[in-house]
């Protein structure tokens, strides 16, 4: 059966994941007490986890941002990465995945959650992450394990391998008989389980589901197929070996019972990863590690704090890292590492030195970003890893709330998204407004809090500008002059210009047709510059588009003409002549893709109808069973809060792209509406 897998594998570094709310906090906290790590376990309710320790959590009793905590296990180091549930931050577990050598993957027996789980299971299945699945809240069971197996299947596109069953007692789980080990566990609270007698229905139930793992195991091994076949009994080292191999190879996902809250099936979920995780050797290889003595490692998430300034979590992948050590970073940063911090939550300690497998904080590496691959050798890493964020979904425009705060906003922007690159900050060019864009209401929220607790910014905050724009239907002549006489030299500058409407989507041309000198050619690109200006507001108070206009005549005055006159005579043509163009009002339409459920397309069809959506189509999400995916026409007017609408219809799964496509005319009730806020506004 090959190596030895259950051998200690070096420190290991193991995410947990899973949909929001499943208790991926709880079972760290279970973990960490349950392996001496802390004295007792927390609560995420009391505010008094290892996990979910910053104000914003706290405060929204959810996890919004990565955790990372060490403890020993039967003389081995483990690393947990408590990674947020909620796909509005899921950057950090994206981010953080490549490295990790497993995941425990957090559900319980919610239907509801399943779109949440295949996500997150698909993710690691692309990856070639081994996984575990972890069925939480056990305790609260209401129905047999073989439904619940049945119903979270589909979100695999492995075998869900039950690892153990659970003890009934009227109607109530007491314990769990492990089909690997072939023993029964009564559970004790915040105790280890109690070793009884396996026997009467749950010796006959434990046979039958023993022989169902077996089965599935064997789809990958002919020898352990023949055993069956002949009724064999197989080794249990064979089976263990059979386990930690099909794990390896993403062939199967096995689902072990628990209750964290009690900190039940927490030492044998222990047990299970350090016989059969792989180790920093295996991940290495997953990774293309090249062969090298230099330290190579992998940023996976920077931490801004008050006072110790800047730490870079990072997975050192292999060789040995000292404190003081000078890295160069696969994005071109240098930086010297001002100290090796292991972690564990809210409180860090120090260390000398790292080697392969180890998970710890690099401080003050100023130049370094998440995502880098990072080494102490002479050259530049190439890059192992690269994590693109997802296309944020919602945006805000921000501002100080005192103006002498402007640069320290910017400032604290930057560090915003170094910590999250799914923060987006776009400088809003025609409305002149800071647009922060990201992935949910809550994501937005928490951004803000951010800034005011941690960086000292207050902000306000509004719904962004949308880029209406407006053009013309009508083509006129137009004259514009500029005179003005004062002390010394005074001012002119005359124009004619044609103005006439193109096709939509051609922008703004300029042309000149003068003859016989009327306009000198010195300032004919001053005339284009008047235009233009006379372009940035129209008569219904937006920037002008799809115009062509053409200089045809003009005069001039050898001494009072200048660039300066025949600009101001330009826009003065402009603002005259574009009111007499019939103008009407342009929105920008949007290309809509959504991802949902099959469940939620009849309600997706029914909000995108609701905000003036045309569809376009709709067809299954290839590679993914049981999902649409749909595509509509939008104004952009009717995106701002679609994303709100499409997580509340979906359980918080659907997620859509957007794509700018063309402008479209807006007239009546509509156009009266908009163009009256924005005077408003102004």
Excluded at 144 to 162: F, K, N
């Amino acid at each position: 059966m090959g190596q030895d897998v259950r051998s200690p594998r070096g420190p290991r570094c193991i995410a947990l994941v899973g949909p929001f709310q499943s208790g991926k906090t709880t079972l760290l906290e279970a973990i960490l007490a349950r392996t001496g790590a802390i004295p007792r376990a927390g609560s995420v309710d009391a505010g008094t986890s290892v996990g979910d320790a910053t104000p914003e959590a706290r405060h929204h009793k959810m996890t919004v941002g990565l955790t990372a905590a060490t403890t020993s296990f039967m003389g081995d180091s483990y690393t947990f990465l408590d990674c947020p549930g909620s796909v509005e931050f899921a950057h950090d577990m994206r981010a953080a995945l490549p490295a990790i050598d497993a995941a425990i993957v957090v559900c319980e027996a919610d239907e509801k959650k399943l779109p949440q789980l295949q996500i997150i299971l698909r993710e690691l299945e692309e990856l070639k992450i081994p996984r575990f699945l972890f069925l939480n809240k056990i305790d609260r069971a209401s129905q047999r394990i073989r439904e619940t197996l049945a119903m979270l299947q589909p979100a695999s596109r492995v075998p869900l391998v039950l690892r153990q069953i659970p003890i009934w007692k009227n109607e109530l789980i007491e314990g769990f008989v492990d089909l690997a080990l072939e023993r029964a566990f009564i559970y004790r609270e915040h105790k280890a389980s109690e070793v009884v007698a396996l026997e009467g229905g749950d010796l006959d139930r434990e046979k039958e589901a023993r022989f169902s793992m077996l089965e599935k195991l064997a789809d990958h091994d002919d020898a352990l197929m023949e055993q069956l076949l002949e009724d064999i009994q197989p080794p249990r080292d064979a089976v263990f070996d059979d386990l930690a191999r099909e794990l390896r190879d993403g062939l199967i996902c096995p689902v072990l019972l628990g209750a964290a809250a009690r900190e039940n099936g927490v030492l044998r979920l222990m047990k299970a990863l350090r016989h059969e995780a792989p180790g920093i050797a295996e991940t290495a290889m997953r990774l293309g590690v090249p062969e090298t003595k230099d330290a190579l490692g992998y940023v996976f998430k920077t931490l801004h704090s008050q006072h110790g300034g800047k730490l870079s979590l990072t997975r050192l992948l292999a060789g040995h890292l000292d404190d003081g050590a000078t890295l160069q970073s696969s994005s071109g940063g240098v930086g010297r590492i001002s100290g090796i911090l292991a972690v564990n939550g809210a409180y860090d300690t120090k260390r000398a030195a790292a080697d392969a497998g180890d998970t710890v904080a690099l401080a003050k590496l100023d130049p370094i970003k998440t995502g880098d691959t990072v080494s102490n050798g002479k050259a530049p890493p190439a890059a192992l890893i690269t994590i693109e964020p997802t296309p944020p979904v919602l945006a805000i425009s921000i501002a100080a709330t005192d103006r002498k705060d402007d640069v320290k906003l910017g400032q604290a922007m930057a560090r915003l998204h170094e910590e999250d690159p799914s923060l987006v900050v776009v400088q809003n060019a025609q409305t002149h407004d800071t647009v922060l864009w990201g992935q949910g209401e809550m994501h937005l929220r928490v951004a803000g809090e951010r800034l005011r607790d941690r960086f000292g910014v207050k902000v306000t905050s509004h719904p962004p500008g949308i880029g209406y724009q407006e053009t013309i239907r009508k083509s006129i002549t137009q004259r514009g002059r500029h005179k003005k006489q004062s002390g010394g030299h005074g001012q002119f500058g005359d124009v004619v210009l044609d103005i006439k409407p193109l096709p939509r989507g051609n922008g703004f041309k300029f042309a000149e047709k003068v003859v016989g000198g009327a306009v000198p050619r010195n300032y004919i690109p001053a005339v284009e510059e008047g235009v233009v200006d006379g372009l940035a507001r129209g008569p219904l108070g937006f920037p002008v588009t799809d115009v062509e206009v053409t200089l045809t005549d003009g005069s001039y005055h050898s001494v009072d003409s200048s660039d300066l006159a025949f600009r101001t005579a330009a826009r003065i043509g402009l603002n005259e002549g574009l009111p007499q163009c019939q103008p009407v009002l342009l929105e920008p339409i949007h290309v809509v893709e959504i991802v949902c459920p099959t469940e939620a397309t009849a309600k997706i069809n029914a909000i995108l109808s609701a905000r003036r959506g045309q569809i376009l189509g709709f067809d299954t999400r290839e590679g993914w069973s049981g999902w649409d995916c749909v595509r509509a026409m939008m104004p952009e007017a009717e995106i701002g809060e679609l994303i709100v609408e499409l997580r509340s219809a979906t359980a918080g799964a659907g997620s859509f792209t957007r794509q700018f496509d063309h402008m479209a005319e807006v007239t009546g009730r509509a156009a009266d509406q908009i163009i009256a806020a924005h005077q408003h506004a102004a």
